[in-house]
């Protein structure tokens, strides 16, 4: 039984510079999120596809971000001229439509640190 | 007002007493909870979901919903020092993500 998995797990990258990050959902599940965490506080829903299509998209998530998620398998979500603001746990979650079931189940997530 | 307020702690609880988290939401048309454990260093874990006003049980776990006080709940019973990790508590509302209050520390003390 494998898990949502993440790559990587952590970044470091200096201010400016562009990052990607990649996650793999459980593989039957059809439905991926991305959210942010940061110190203290919950995790922030950043943007969701169901199949490759991005149905949802967070005020949260500036023009400096962009996720993919190309033939409904993984998605990128990328970081363009990163800021020190940016530094965060980036965590993806996949669901499965089946139902009246929403669970959500995480990654292990991304630690970025924008120095 | 936020929309999922949780008490920040931290809650410290004797091993083997039963802690108690409380969850309140802002949203009335939510239908979808969720309990999240959350180690140190490390991503959200599912442990509980409830769609049903009432008690929801899985071994030690209870979670409560009463949708009428927008409101819910998770005991532990029989806590163990194991259990000492933050939990988040998270709806789903008319939109498809959760949203996640700020989480309760809970530290079990052997």
């Known amino acids: 039984d494998t898990g949502v998995s993440q790559d990587p797990r952590h970044k470091i990258t200096k201010r400016g510079q562009n990052v990607t990050f990649r996650c793999d959902p459980i593989?039957?599940?059809?439905?991926l999120y991305w959210y942010r965490q940061t110190l203290g506080q919950g995790p922030e829903f950043l943007t969701y596809f169901q199949n490759e299509a991005q149905l949802e998209k967070s005020r949260l998530l500036s023009d400096r971000f962009s996720a993919e998620r190309p033939k409904g398998s993984f998605s990128t979500l990328e970081i363009q001229r990163t800021e020190q603001g940016d530094s965060a746990m980036y965590l993806c979650a996949s669901s499965l439509q089946a139902g009246s079931s929403y669970e959500q189940y995480f990654g292990p997530g991304t630690r970025l640190t924008v120095t | 007002q936020k929309e999922v307020e949780q008490n920040s702690g931290p809650l410290s609880v004797p091993e083997g007493a039963i802690a108690s988290l409380n969850c309140t939401y802002s949203d009335r048309v939510s239908q979808s909870f969720f309990w999240y454990r959350q180690y140190s260093g490390k991503s959200p874990e599912l442990i509980m979901s409830i769609y049903s006003n009432g008690d929801k049980e899985d071994g030690r776990f209870t979670a409560q919903l009463n949708k009428a006080s927008q409101y819910v709940s998770l005991l532990i019973r029989d806590s163990q020092p194991s259990d000492s990790a933050t939990y988040l508590c998270?709806?789903?509302?008319?939109?498809?993500?959760?949203?996640f209050g700020s989480g309760t520390q809970l530290t079990v003390l052997p």
């Open positions: 593989s039957e599940h059809n439905r």
């Open positions: 998270a709806v789903r509302g008319s939109a498809r993500q959760l949203t």
